[in-house]
């Protein structure tokens, strides 16, 4: 399980959980994504673990998932 907790516009916390990275990936192609690439991220945990991230945005998490095997 992929859960992201995130900021938009430095907003209050909000969490969006997805069964697999894949289903979050495959949203991001849409023509108008549910995130903004900018939007904060603040914490990513998958499989329950804190997954590392360099580029703590939106995008950073994108670039991140697709780089995976």
Same mark, same amino acid.
């Given at each position: 399980?992929?859960?992201?907790?995130?900021?938009?516009?430095?907003?209050?916390?909000?969490?969006?959980?997805? %069964?697999?990275?894949?289903?979050? =990936?495959?949203?991001?192609?849409?023509?108008?994504?549910?995130? @903004?690439? +900018?939007? &904060?991220?603040?914490?990513?945990?998958? %499989?329950?673990?804190?997954?590392? =991230?360099?580029?703590?945005?939106?995008?950073?998490?994108?670039? @991140?998932? +697709?780089? &995976?095997?």
């Amino acid at each position: 399980m992929l859960e992201i907790h995130y900021s938009q516009n430095n907003g209050p916390e909000k969490v969006a959980t997805y %069964d697999k990275p894949s289903d979050f =990936l495959s949203v991001e192609y849409l023509e108008v994504p549910p995130f @903004a690439d +900018s939007d &904060r991220v603040l914490r990513v945990l998958l %499989d329950g673990e804190e997954f590392p =991230l360099a580029d703590r945005t939106i995008g950073g998490l994108f670039t @991140a998932l +697709s780089a &995976r095997p």
